[in-house]
């Protein structure tokens, strides 16, 4: 009989921490037992799971996790920091959806199809790190591409739905939108920088002082830990647009050696985790509507850069909530529970 898992869930009521729950079942995730934690503020809820309703445990109240053995957080950078070293000191293996421990040396950052080794890394800790979800979907299908010619330099402006602010970003849009709707006053922008009904705001967590975003720099130096080469350059603009769910990317790419629209499409095709669809004269594109709800990256728009000699552009799209944070966190830890465990 196969092994089965005692799981735990951090950060269950939010967003991504009820897609973990979500995508454990659709997958059929080895689960003994679930346990599911987060703050004060969700004391006493249930949520469902395989025909159950499981408690939520108030994190702050329990003083061990003993017998958990993977342990999916979604529960912010500074509970990560601090409950994350005391549930691997307990046993479990822990795999982190926060920026806390990402480009930690110690920590692996992981992407299942991209760099599915560096899970042994989880060893050093007891903690891997799951990537920034724009980071995810640009990464996987740049794989292929950069195994076949070597990227040189990336250059990447974001279209990010509000979902990847959480769920009071969700309600932020549909009351701003509601509002337009019926001639109303718009409520304040408290949780986007601006407005974000019917509008684009070229700002996506706090500026550094080098006048790019921290959410760019992740995509910085996130692509080069995962790709596993630091002469790779990239530069990124991300901007939080008016949609619910699905990040796109536009990503134009300098590689070393020329990869035709034809060759490219081939190596993507053949890629596990990727979709092509890429036939804009009968308009076939990815769109950001119709990605919701799948784990699969979707690539069109796939052509020439004119520009340069060997530069190719792409049209990147996902679920940010699925493949870019919860679907490949829970990837993450079906290699655990194949390989390592």
């Known amino acids: ?70 342990a999916l957080f979604s529960a912010g950078g500074s509970r990560s920091l601090e409950y994350a070293p005391r549930f691997a000191a307990d046993g479990a293996v822990v795999v982190d959806n926060s920026s806390a421990w990402r480009m930690d040396p110690e920590v692996p950052l992981v992407v299942p199809e991209v760099n599915p080794h560096a899970v042994a890394g989880y060893k050093n800790k007891g903690i891997i790190a799951n990537p920034n979800c724009s980071t ?27 979902s990847g602010a959480g769920q009071k970003a969700i309600e932020e849009l549909s009351a701003q939108t509601r509002a337009w709707c019926a001639g109303e006053e718009l409520p304040p922008a408290q949780v986007i920088a601006h407005q974000i009904a019917f509008n684009c705001v070229p700002h996506i967590d706090v500026f550094l002082e080098n006048a790019y975003t921290r959410e760019e720099m992740k995509m910085v130096n996130e692509t080069r830990k995962i790709m596993e080469d630091d002469s790779i350059r990239v530069t990124a603009t991300c901007v939080r647009v008016p949609v619910f769910y699905g990040h796109a990317e536009a990503v134009n790419l300098e590689t070393e050696r020329k990869i035709t629209p034809e060759k490219a499409r081939e190596l993507l095709s053949n890629f596990p985790g990727v979709v092509v669809r890429d036939d804009p004269e ?47 966190a829970v990837q993450i830890a079906e290699i655990l529970a194949r390989e390592y465990l």
């Open 1 to 70: 009989m196969a092994r089965e898992f005692n799981v735990a869930v951090v950060g269950a009521t939010g967003a991504v921490g009820r897609m973990m729950i979500r995508v454990l079942e659709e997958r059929n995730f080895p689960v003994k037992n679930l346990r599911l934690f987060a703050s004060e503020r969700s004391r006493g809820l249930k949520l469902p799971f395989r025909g159950e309703e499981i408690p939520v445990e108030v994190l702050s109240e329990t003083r061990s996790f003993s017998g958990i053995d993977i």
């Open 282 to 328: 009968n308009r076939v594109y990815p769109l950001q509507i119709e990605v919701a709800g799948r784990d699969e990256v979707f690539v069109g728009r796939i052509r020439e850069d004119e520009s340069v000699e060997c530069g190719l552009n792409l049209w990147i799209v996902a679920d940010n909530l699925r493949k870019g944070a919860a679907t490949n």
């Open 136 to 162: 995810i979907q640009m990464v996987v299908p740049l794989k292929p591409l950069h195994d076949y010619g070597r990227i040189k330099r990336i250059v990447v402006a974001t279209y990010q739905a509000v």
